[in-house]
């Protein structure tokens, strides 16, 4: 029986689709849209970078005055960062 638990502990694999080049810092936050079309980013570089998900292709930049962000969401309706 212990056997049977242990089997379903494990984690699925994770393969890597897709790889967002772009920040110059750490990741510090990710959030993906309601529709899962796009993904936002947040790094130490002090930059938000929103992604197309499907083509990996960065869709805008932009510039904070901090460099320390610590979260990022989109709005799940119109799509707008928060």
Same mark, same amino acid.
């Given at each position: 029986?212990? &056997?049977?638990?242990?089997?379903?502990?494990? !984690? !699925?694999?994770?393969?890597?689709?897709?790889?967002?080049?772009?920040?110059?810092?750490?990741?510090?936050?990710?959030?993906?849209?309601?529709? &899962?079309?796009?993904?936002?980013?947040?790094?130490?570089?002090?930059?938000?970078?929103?992604?197309?998900?499907?083509?990996?292709?960065?869709?805008?930049?932009?510039?904070?005055? &901090?460099?320390?962000?610590?979260?990022?969401?989109?709005?799940?309706?119109?799509?707008?960062?928060?």
């Amino acid at each position: 029986q212990s &056997s049977a638990l242990a089997a379903l502990r494990v !984690p !699925p694999s994770v393969k890597c689709r897709r790889i967002l080049k772009g920040h110059f810092g750490k990741i510090t936050a990710l959030h993906w849209s309601g529709d &899962s079309s796009r993904v936002v980013s947040a790094s130490q570089d002090g930059n938000l970078l929103v992604w197309n998900a499907v083509t990996a292709n960065k869709l805008q930049s932009i510039s904070l005055k &901090s460099t320390y962000v610590m979260s990022v969401g989109m709005e799940e309706t119109h799509g707008n960062l928060v």
